[in-house]
Protein backbone atom coordinates (compact mmCIF):
# COMPACT_ATOMS: atom_id res chain seq x y z
CA UNK A 1 0.00 0.00 0.00
CA UNK A 2 1.21 3.89 -1.13
CA UNK A 3 2.65 5.74 1.78
CA UNK A 4 0.22 8.65 2.28
CA UNK A 5 2.61 11.68 3.83
CA UNK A 6 -0.17 13.55 6.21
CA UNK A 7 2.21 16.57 5.79
CA UNK A 8 0.80 17.39 2.25
CA UNK A 9 -2.26 17.96 2.25
CA UNK A 10 -3.53 21.07 2.74
CA UNK A 11 -6.78 22.66 4.68
CA UNK A 12 -9.29 24.50 2.37
CA UNK A 13 -11.95 27.06 3.29
CA UNK A 14 -11.57 30.16 5.84
CA UNK A 15 -13.61 28.98 8.30
CA UNK A 16 -11.70 25.56 8.67
CA UNK A 17 -8.55 27.70 9.10
CA UNK A 18 -9.70 29.86 11.55
CA UNK A 19 -11.24 26.84 13.34
CA UNK A 20 -8.11 25.05 13.57
CA UNK A 21 -5.74 27.87 14.27
CA UNK A 22 -7.88 29.32 16.99
CA UNK A 23 -8.18 26.19 18.55
CA UNK A 24 -4.22 25.55 18.29
CA UNK A 25 -3.70 28.82 19.92
CA UNK A 26 -6.25 27.51 23.15
CA UNK A 27 -4.06 24.95 23.51
CA UNK A 28 -0.47 26.40 23.48
CA UNK A 29 -2.04 29.13 26.15
CA UNK A 30 -3.39 26.51 28.57
CA UNK A 31 -0.14 24.35 28.77
CA UNK A 32 1.80 25.69 31.40
CA UNK A 33 5.46 25.11 29.47
CA UNK A 34 6.97 27.80 27.97
CA UNK A 35 7.00 27.65 24.36
CA UNK A 36 10.48 27.51 23.05
CA UNK A 37 11.76 29.33 20.19
CA UNK A 38 11.33 28.89 16.49
CA UNK A 39 14.55 26.93 15.76
CA UNK A 40 13.37 23.92 13.09
CA UNK A 41 14.20 24.90 9.74
CA UNK A 42 13.95 24.02 6.29
CA UNK A 43 17.31 24.48 4.71
CA UNK A 44 16.65 27.20 1.91
CA UNK A 45 16.73 25.46 -1.69
CA UNK A 46 19.53 27.52 -2.88
CA UNK A 47 21.64 25.40 -0.46
CA UNK A 48 20.03 22.47 -1.38
CA UNK A 49 21.22 22.56 -5.21
CA UNK A 50 24.65 22.81 -4.23
CA UNK A 51 24.59 19.47 -2.31
CA UNK A 52 21.75 17.72 -1.33
CA UNK A 53 23.64 14.96 0.56
CA UNK A 54 24.96 17.40 3.46
CA UNK A 55 21.32 18.64 4.11
CA UNK A 56 18.72 15.94 3.39
CA UNK A 57 19.47 12.67 5.62
CA UNK A 58 20.54 9.35 3.47
CA UNK A 59 19.26 6.63 6.53
CA UNK A 60 17.54 7.83 9.30
CA UNK A 61 14.39 10.64 9.04
CA UNK A 62 13.58 12.23 12.02
CA UNK A 63 10.60 14.22 12.52
CA UNK A 64 7.87 15.51 10.21
CA UNK A 65 10.25 17.23 7.80
CA UNK A 66 11.37 13.40 6.57
CA UNK A 67 9.91 10.89 8.82
CA UNK A 68 7.51 9.85 5.42
CA UNK A 69 9.73 9.90 2.77
CA UNK A 70 9.43 6.66 1.24
CA UNK A 71 12.92 5.37 0.56
CA UNK A 72 13.66 6.12 4.53
CA UNK A 73 10.27 4.86 6.16
CA UNK A 74 10.50 1.69 4.25
CA UNK A 75 14.17 0.73 5.64
CA UNK A 76 13.73 2.56 9.36
CA UNK A 77 10.48 2.22 10.46
CA UNK A 78 10.60 -1.79 11.72
CA UNK A 79 13.86 -0.85 13.12
CA UNK A 80 12.74 2.49 14.96
CA UNK A 81 9.60 0.02 16.01
CA UNK A 82 12.23 -2.56 17.65
CA UNK A 83 14.34 0.62 19.73
CA UNK A 84 10.93 1.45 20.47
CA UNK A 85 9.79 -1.90 22.09
CA UNK A 86 13.49 -2.35 23.77
CA UNK A 87 13.52 1.11 25.56
CA UNK A 88 10.12 0.53 27.10
CA UNK A 89 10.96 -3.29 27.67
CA UNK A 90 14.30 -2.34 29.42
CA UNK A 91 12.97 0.36 31.24
CA UNK A 92 12.75 -0.13 35.38
CA UNK A 93 9.71 1.61 35.65
CA UNK A 94 6.81 -0.07 33.79
CA UNK A 95 5.68 2.17 31.19
CA UNK A 96 3.69 1.53 28.12
CA UNK A 97 3.43 3.17 24.70
CA UNK A 98 0.40 4.75 24.96
CA UNK A 99 1.75 6.55 28.26
CA UNK A 100 4.16 8.41 26.58
CA UNK A 101 2.52 8.73 23.63
CA UNK A 102 -0.70 10.86 25.76
CA UNK A 103 2.33 12.37 27.50
CA UNK A 104 3.69 14.00 24.33
CA UNK A 105 0.13 14.99 22.66
CA UNK A 106 -0.53 17.08 26.16
CA UNK A 107 2.36 19.40 24.13
CA UNK A 108 1.78 18.76 20.94
CA UNK A 109 0.99 22.79 20.02
CA UNK A 110 4.18 23.39 21.87
CA UNK A 111 6.28 21.29 19.75
CA UNK A 112 4.97 22.60 16.74
CA UNK A 113 5.68 25.94 17.51
CA UNK A 114 9.46 24.80 17.19
CA UNK A 115 9.20 24.55 13.21
CA UNK A 116 8.93 26.69 10.49
CA UNK A 117 7.03 24.02 8.27
CA UNK A 118 3.26 24.29 9.29
CA UNK A 119 2.32 20.39 10.52
CA UNK A 120 -1.41 20.27 9.00
CA UNK A 121 -1.79 16.27 10.48
CA UNK A 122 -3.77 15.67 14.06
CA UNK A 123 -2.56 15.30 17.19
CA UNK A 124 -2.60 11.53 17.38
CA UNK A 125 -0.73 11.01 14.88
CA UNK A 126 1.80 13.66 15.59
CA UNK A 127 2.03 12.31 19.02
CA UNK A 128 2.87 8.98 17.93
CA UNK A 129 5.33 10.30 15.34
CA UNK A 130 7.46 12.11 17.81
CA UNK A 131 7.11 9.61 20.61
CA UNK A 132 8.41 6.73 17.87
CA UNK A 133 11.33 8.56 16.83
CA UNK A 134 12.11 10.39 20.47
CA UNK A 135 12.41 6.67 21.72
CA UNK A 136 14.39 5.92 18.81
CA UNK A 137 16.76 8.70 19.45
CA UNK A 138 17.20 7.44 22.99
CA UNK A 139 18.09 4.28 22.22
CA UNK A 140 20.08 5.09 19.50
CA UNK A 141 22.30 7.54 21.51
CA UNK A 142 21.82 4.95 24.60
CA UNK A 143 23.83 2.51 22.45
CA UNK A 144 26.65 4.75 20.95
CA UNK A 145 27.66 5.85 24.57
CA UNK A 146 27.41 2.94 26.62
CA UNK A 147 28.23 0.44 23.97
CA UNK A 148 30.23 2.46 21.70
CA UNK A 149 27.72 0.98 18.74
CA UNK A 150 28.75 3.12 15.58
CA UNK A 151 25.96 5.34 14.22
CA UNK A 152 25.22 8.16 11.77
CA UNK A 153 26.00 11.11 13.02
CA UNK A 154 25.43 13.07 9.54
CA UNK A 155 21.77 12.67 9.71
CA UNK A 156 21.32 12.66 13.03
CA UNK A 157 22.98 16.28 13.15
CA UNK A 158 21.60 17.47 10.03
CA UNK A 159 19.29 20.47 10.84
CA UNK A 160 15.73 19.62 9.06
CA UNK A 161 16.51 16.05 11.24
CA UNK A 162 16.66 17.70 14.60
CA UNK A 163 13.96 16.50 17.62
CA UNK A 164 12.50 19.22 19.57
CA UNK A 165 14.77 18.79 23.39
CA UNK A 166 11.26 19.29 24.98
CA UNK A 167 9.40 15.81 23.36
CA UNK A 168 12.90 14.16 24.86
CA UNK A 169 12.61 15.72 27.66
CA UNK A 170 9.06 14.92 28.39
CA UNK A 171 9.39 11.47 27.39
CA UNK A 172 12.61 10.84 29.65
CA UNK A 173 10.52 12.16 32.50
CA UNK A 174 7.79 9.69 31.87
CA UNK A 175 10.66 6.44 31.91
CA UNK A 176 12.36 7.56 33.93
CA UNK A 177 9.23 8.44 36.58
CA UNK A 178 10.40 11.64 37.87
CA UNK A 179 9.90 15.44 37.11
CA UNK A 180 12.78 17.73 38.15
CA UNK A 181 15.30 19.17 36.37
CA UNK A 182 17.53 16.68 37.55
CA UNK A 183 16.83 15.38 33.97
CA UNK A 184 18.54 18.23 32.43
CA UNK A 185 22.01 16.35 33.71
CA UNK A 186 21.16 13.35 32.01
CA UNK A 187 20.86 14.86 28.36
CA UNK A 188 23.92 16.80 28.81
CA UNK A 189 25.80 14.30 29.36
CA UNK A 190 23.96 12.28 26.44
CA UNK A 191 24.38 15.27 24.07
CA UNK A 192 27.86 16.34 25.58
CA UNK A 193 29.48 12.89 24.65
CA UNK A 194 28.28 13.04 21.09
CA UNK A 195 28.96 16.78 20.15
CA UNK A 196 32.55 16.08 22.15
CA UNK A 197 33.48 13.25 19.73
CA UNK A 198 31.69 14.71 16.30
CA UNK A 199 32.47 18.65 17.03
CA UNK A 200 34.88 20.13 14.51
CA UNK A 201 35.93 22.72 17.39
CA UNK A 202 37.22 22.83 20.67
CA UNK A 203 33.86 22.90 23.20
CA UNK A 204 33.30 25.56 25.55
CA UNK A 205 34.67 24.08 29.24
CA UNK A 206 31.67 25.98 30.93
CA UNK A 207 28.19 24.37 31.88
CA UNK A 208 25.77 25.33 29.14
CA UNK A 209 22.27 26.52 30.21
CA UNK A 210 20.24 23.76 29.25
CA UNK A 211 16.72 25.46 29.39
CA UNK A 212 18.22 27.18 26.55
CA UNK A 213 19.18 24.02 24.66
CA UNK A 214 16.75 23.85 21.46
CA UNK A 215 17.91 20.40 20.15
CA UNK A 216 21.33 18.77 19.82
CA UNK A 217 22.40 20.61 16.76
CA UNK A 218 21.46 23.67 18.66
CA UNK A 219 23.84 22.32 22.02
CA UNK A 220 26.67 22.15 19.72
CA UNK A 221 26.43 24.89 18.41
CA UNK A 222 26.17 26.84 21.86
CA UNK A 223 29.39 24.86 22.84
CA UNK A 224 31.51 26.28 20.42
CA UNK A 225 30.31 29.59 20.09
CA UNK A 226 30.57 30.29 23.61
CA UNK A 227 34.04 29.38 24.73
CA UNK A 228 34.70 32.83 25.37
CA UNK A 229 32.69 35.65 26.88
CA UNK A 230 31.53 37.77 24.23
CA UNK A 231 28.61 40.53 23.74
CA UNK A 232 26.21 39.03 21.30
CA UNK A 233 26.15 41.54 18.35
CA UNK A 234 23.09 42.10 16.15
CA UNK A 235 22.67 40.98 12.38
CA UNK A 236 21.85 41.84 9.08
CA UNK A 237 21.51 40.63 5.75
CA UNK A 238 22.35 42.10 2.36
CA UNK A 239 20.57 41.25 -1.06
CA UNK A 240 22.47 39.02 -3.51
CA UNK A 241 24.97 41.44 -5.19
CA UNK A 242 24.22 44.45 -3.10
CA UNK A 243 26.76 46.36 -0.27
CA UNK A 244 29.96 47.25 -1.20
CA UNK A 245 32.60 45.09 -2.86
CA UNK A 246 35.77 45.61 -4.55
CA UNK A 247 35.72 46.63 -8.30
CA UNK A 248 36.43 44.50 -11.12
CA UNK A 249 39.71 45.27 -13.10
CA UNK A 250 38.01 45.15 -16.51
CA UNK A 251 35.43 47.75 -15.04
CA UNK A 252 37.81 50.56 -13.82
CA UNK A 253 39.32 50.15 -16.80
CA UNK A 254 36.15 51.22 -18.61
CA UNK A 255 35.33 53.83 -16.70
CA UNK A 256 39.09 55.32 -16.78
CA UNK A 257 38.80 55.04 -20.64
CA UNK A 258 35.21 56.79 -20.64
CA UNK A 259 36.80 60.03 -18.67
CA UNK A 260 39.36 59.72 -21.02
CA UNK A 261 36.73 60.39 -24.08
CA UNK A 262 35.12 62.52 -22.31
CA UNK A 263 37.90 65.43 -22.73
CA UNK A 264 37.74 64.43 -26.76
CA UNK A 265 35.44 67.14 -29.21
CA UNK A 266 32.72 65.21 -30.89
CA UNK A 267 32.96 62.07 -28.73
CA UNK A 268 29.13 61.96 -27.03
CA UNK A 269 27.63 59.68 -29.24
CA UNK A 270 30.29 57.29 -28.09
CA UNK A 271 30.46 57.71 -24.71
CA UNK A 272 26.57 56.74 -24.65
CA UNK A 273 27.31 53.76 -25.94
CA UNK A 274 30.03 52.55 -23.55
CA UNK A 275 28.27 54.00 -20.58
CA UNK A 276 25.35 51.58 -21.85
CA UNK A 277 27.71 48.35 -22.15
CA UNK A 278 29.39 49.78 -18.85
CA UNK A 279 26.21 49.36 -16.94
CA UNK A 280 25.64 45.57 -18.25
CA UNK A 281 28.79 44.88 -17.92
CA UNK A 282 28.86 46.02 -13.74
CA UNK A 283 25.44 43.89 -13.18
CA UNK A 284 27.35 40.74 -14.57
CA UNK A 285 30.47 41.30 -12.23
CA UNK A 286 27.96 42.18 -8.78
CA UNK A 287 26.25 38.40 -9.98
CA UNK A 288 29.73 37.17 -9.98
CA UNK A 289 30.16 38.54 -6.68
CA UNK A 290 27.88 36.73 -4.73
CA UNK A 291 29.77 33.82 -5.06
CA UNK A 292 32.79 34.92 -4.60
CA UNK A 293 34.75 34.05 -1.03
CA UNK A 294 36.16 36.95 1.58
CA UNK A 295 39.10 38.88 0.00
CA UNK A 296 41.89 37.62 2.14
CA UNK A 297 45.40 35.97 0.26
CA UNK A 298 46.05 32.16 1.29
CA UNK A 299 47.74 31.16 3.72
CA UNK A 300 50.81 29.92 0.88
CA UNK A 301 50.54 33.44 -0.13
CA UNK A 302 50.93 35.07 3.22
CA UNK A 303 53.75 33.26 4.36
CA UNK A 304 55.84 33.16 1.10
CA UNK A 305 55.18 37.16 -0.34
CA UNK A 306 54.60 38.92 3.66
CA UNK A 307 56.43 36.78 5.90
CA UNK A 308 53.19 35.77 7.78
CA UNK A 309 54.01 32.22 9.94
CA UNK A 310 50.64 30.61 11.05
CA UNK A 311 50.60 28.25 14.34
CA UNK A 312 48.46 27.45 16.49
CA UNK A 313 46.60 30.18 19.35
CA UNK A 314 48.59 29.08 22.75
CA UNK A 315 45.27 28.51 24.46
CA UNK A 316 42.18 26.15 24.25
CA UNK A 317 39.72 29.08 22.64
CA UNK A 318 37.59 28.52 20.18
CA UNK A 319 36.18 30.17 16.73
CA UNK A 320 36.75 33.36 18.15
CA UNK A 321 40.69 33.21 19.08
CA UNK A 322 42.00 34.12 16.01
CA UNK A 323 44.38 36.88 16.36
CA UNK A 324 47.14 38.65 14.48
CA UNK A 325 50.54 40.14 15.93
CA UNK A 326 53.00 42.26 13.36
CA UNK A 327 55.66 43.76 14.68
CA UNK A 328 59.40 42.23 14.90
CA UNK A 329 57.30 39.27 13.68
CA UNK A 330 54.18 38.47 12.02
CA UNK A 331 52.71 35.81 13.54
CA UNK A 332 49.04 35.03 12.83
CA UNK A 333 47.23 32.42 15.37
CA UNK A 334 43.90 29.67 14.44
CA UNK A 335 42.22 27.59 16.97
CA UNK A 336 42.29 23.85 16.22
CA UNK A 337 40.29 22.62 14.27
CA UNK A 338 39.55 18.53 13.64
CA UNK A 339 38.02 17.34 10.06
CA UNK A 340 36.56 13.70 9.39
CA UNK A 341 34.23 12.40 7.07
CA UNK A 342 31.42 13.81 8.51
CA UNK A 343 32.79 17.30 9.30
CA UNK A 344 31.13 19.17 5.95
CA UNK A 345 28.01 18.18 7.27
CA UNK A 346 28.78 19.29 10.69
CA UNK A 347 29.79 22.22 9.50
CA UNK A 348 27.37 23.00 6.74
CA UNK A 349 24.36 22.55 9.06
CA UNK A 350 25.58 24.54 11.81
CA UNK A 351 26.46 27.69 9.22
CA UNK A 352 22.83 27.39 8.34
CA UNK A 353 21.25 27.61 11.73
CA UNK A 354 23.48 30.38 12.93
CA UNK A 355 22.17 32.07 9.58
CA UNK A 356 18.30 30.89 10.05
CA UNK A 357 18.54 31.71 13.57
CA UNK A 358 19.88 35.04 13.14
CA UNK A 359 17.34 35.83 10.53
CA UNK A 360 14.21 34.13 11.13
CA UNK A 361 13.96 33.60 14.95
CA UNK A 362 13.14 36.77 17.81
CA UNK A 363 15.55 34.68 19.96
CA UNK A 364 18.63 36.56 20.82
CA UNK A 365 22.17 35.65 21.34
CA UNK A 366 22.83 34.20 17.93
CA UNK A 367 25.13 36.32 15.57
CA UNK A 368 27.45 35.71 13.09
CA UNK A 369 30.71 33.78 14.93
CA UNK A 370 30.68 30.74 13.15
CA UNK A 371 29.77 31.82 10.18
CA UNK A 372 32.63 34.53 9.76
CA UNK A 373 35.09 31.33 10.65
CA UNK A 374 33.62 29.62 7.56
CA UNK A 375 34.18 32.61 5.35
CA UNK A 376 37.56 32.88 6.68
CA UNK A 377 39.00 29.85 6.35
CA UNK A 378 37.32 29.65 2.90
CA UNK A 379 39.73 32.08 2.22
CA UNK A 380 42.96 31.14 3.23
CA UNK A 381 42.42 27.90 2.15
CA UNK A 382 42.86 27.94 -2.06
CA UNK A 383 45.58 24.74 -2.45
CA UNK A 384 46.80 21.49 -0.77
CA UNK A 385 49.75 23.63 0.07
CA UNK A 386 47.61 25.86 2.19
CA UNK A 387 46.35 22.60 4.20
CA UNK A 388 49.51 21.03 4.03
CA UNK A 389 50.80 24.72 5.89
CA UNK A 390 48.24 24.41 8.46
CA UNK A 391 48.50 20.87 9.10
CA UNK A 392 52.09 21.18 9.83
CA UNK A 393 51.11 23.50 12.68
CA UNK A 394 48.63 21.20 14.19
CA UNK A 395 46.02 23.49 13.30
CA UNK A 396 43.99 21.42 11.01
CA UNK A 397 44.11 17.78 12.44
CA UNK A 398 41.54 15.04 11.32
CA UNK A 399 41.17 12.08 8.96
CA UNK A 400 40.16 14.20 6.06
CA UNK A 401 42.47 14.24 2.94
CA UNK A 402 44.03 17.71 2.01
CA UNK A 403 42.30 17.23 -1.28
CA UNK A 404 39.19 17.00 0.10
CA UNK A 405 39.20 19.45 2.84
CA UNK A 406 40.51 22.00 0.20
CA UNK A 407 37.26 21.18 -1.99
CA UNK A 408 35.34 21.33 1.35
CA UNK A 409 36.31 25.24 2.37
CA UNK A 410 36.04 26.00 -1.64
CA UNK A 411 32.96 24.66 -2.13
CA UNK A 412 31.53 26.84 0.59
CA UNK A 413 29.79 30.11 -1.20
CA UNK A 414 30.29 33.56 1.23
CA UNK A 415 27.37 34.72 3.25
CA UNK A 416 25.58 38.05 3.31
CA UNK A 417 24.73 38.10 6.57
CA UNK A 418 27.17 41.06 8.91
CA UNK A 419 27.17 41.96 12.40
CA UNK A 420 26.91 45.63 13.36
CA UNK A 421 30.43 45.89 14.51
CA UNK A 422 33.31 45.24 13.08
CA UNK A 423 34.29 41.70 14.71
CA UNK A 424 37.98 40.57 15.63
CA UNK A 425 38.13 38.30 13.39
CA UNK A 426 37.23 41.06 10.84
CA UNK A 427 39.85 43.34 11.89
CA UNK A 428 42.22 40.54 11.47
CA UNK A 429 41.82 39.83 7.73
CA UNK A 430 41.71 43.90 7.35
CA UNK A 431 45.65 43.91 9.22
CA UNK A 432 46.43 40.65 6.83
CA UNK A 433 45.49 42.49 4.23
CA UNK A 434 47.46 45.56 4.77
CA UNK A 435 50.45 43.87 5.46
CA UNK A 436 50.22 41.47 2.20
CA UNK A 437 49.47 44.58 0.14
CA UNK A 438 52.22 46.61 1.62
CA UNK A 439 54.93 44.50 0.62
CA UNK A 440 57.09 45.66 -1.87
CA UNK A 441 56.44 42.90 -4.36
CA UNK A 442 52.94 42.89 -4.40
CA UNK A 443 52.91 46.48 -5.11
CA UNK A 444 54.74 46.47 -7.75
CA UNK A 445 53.16 43.41 -9.41
CA UNK A 446 49.94 45.20 -9.13
CA UNK A 447 51.23 49.03 -10.48
CA UNK A 448 52.63 46.75 -13.15
CA UNK A 449 49.49 44.33 -13.80
CA UNK A 450 47.17 47.89 -13.72
CA UNK A 451 49.41 49.49 -16.33
CA UNK A 452 49.73 46.55 -18.71
CA UNK A 453 45.61 46.18 -18.51
CA UNK A 454 45.24 50.33 -19.57
CA UNK A 455 47.60 49.38 -22.12
CA UNK A 456 46.30 46.30 -23.71
CA UNK A 457 42.72 47.72 -23.35
CA UNK A 458 43.73 51.01 -25.20
CA UNK A 459 45.65 49.26 -27.93
CA UNK A 460 42.11 47.23 -28.14
CA UNK A 461 39.72 50.28 -28.85
CA UNK A 462 42.27 52.02 -30.58
CA UNK A 463 42.11 49.28 -32.82
CA UNK A 464 38.97 48.63 -33.04
CA UNK A 465 37.51 52.24 -33.72
CA UNK A 466 40.59 52.50 -36.78
CA UNK A 467 38.21 49.29 -38.27
CA UNK A 468 35.06 50.77 -37.48
CA UNK A 469 36.30 53.79 -39.53
CA UNK A 470 37.78 51.66 -42.03
CA UNK A 471 34.92 49.78 -42.85
CA UNK A 472 32.65 52.50 -42.50
CA UNK A 473 34.18 54.30 -45.04
CA UNK A 474 35.01 51.54 -47.54
CA UNK A 475 31.37 50.68 -47.33
CA UNK A 476 29.46 54.02 -47.71
CA UNK A 477 32.22 56.94 -48.02
CA UNK A 478 31.35 60.23 -47.27
CA UNK A 479 27.59 60.36 -47.85
CA UNK A 480 26.40 56.80 -46.82
CA UNK A 481 22.56 56.07 -46.94
CA UNK A 482 20.02 54.94 -44.09
CA UNK A 483 22.50 54.01 -41.96
CA UNK A 484 23.55 55.33 -38.33
CA UNK A 485 27.10 55.36 -37.30
CA UNK A 486 26.16 55.30 -34.36
CA UNK A 487 24.45 51.32 -34.64
CA UNK A 488 27.62 50.47 -36.69
CA UNK A 489 29.67 50.93 -33.62
CA UNK A 490 27.07 49.27 -31.06
CA UNK A 491 27.11 46.43 -33.18
CA UNK A 492 31.00 46.32 -34.03
CA UNK A 493 31.54 46.22 -29.60
CA UNK A 494 28.79 43.94 -28.85
CA UNK A 495 31.07 41.39 -30.69
CA UNK A 496 34.33 42.96 -29.15
CA UNK A 497 32.84 43.02 -25.43
CA UNK A 498 31.01 39.39 -26.17
Known amino acids: MALVNPF ?78 RVLKSNKVQVSEDQVVDKVKEIIPIICACY ?23 DLLGAYIDQKVAIDAKDIIMLENQIPIIVLKEIQNVLSGNYDEAQEDFWESKFGYFCKCHSPFILSKEKIDFSRVNHLLDYMYQSIVTNEESISPEVYFQKSGSGPSEKDDKLELLEMFIQLMALIPGTKPFLQIFESFMKTFSESIEKMVTA ?69 SFTTGYGLELTEYVDFMCGIIDSVKDVWLLREE ?24 KMNRVSDLRKTVYQLNKVYQSTPRVWVEKQLRASAKMITFLISISST ?30 SFFH
Open 8 to 85: SSLTSGNKQWVDRISKILKKQLAIKVDTPPLSIFQIPQILKDQKPEVYVPQRIGLGPNHHFRPELYQNMEQNKLTSVK
Open 116 to 138: DLYLDADDDTLAWLFTIDSLFFI
Open 292 to 360: EEIKVPSVSELRDIAGVKFHLSPTDGGIRNINFVGENERFCYLPLITLNIDSEVILRNLVAYEQLMAKK
Open 394 to 417: KIIIGDLGNEDIVKLFNGIGRSHG
Open 465 to 494: LILIREVYLKDYGLNPPNMNLDDIVRTTLS
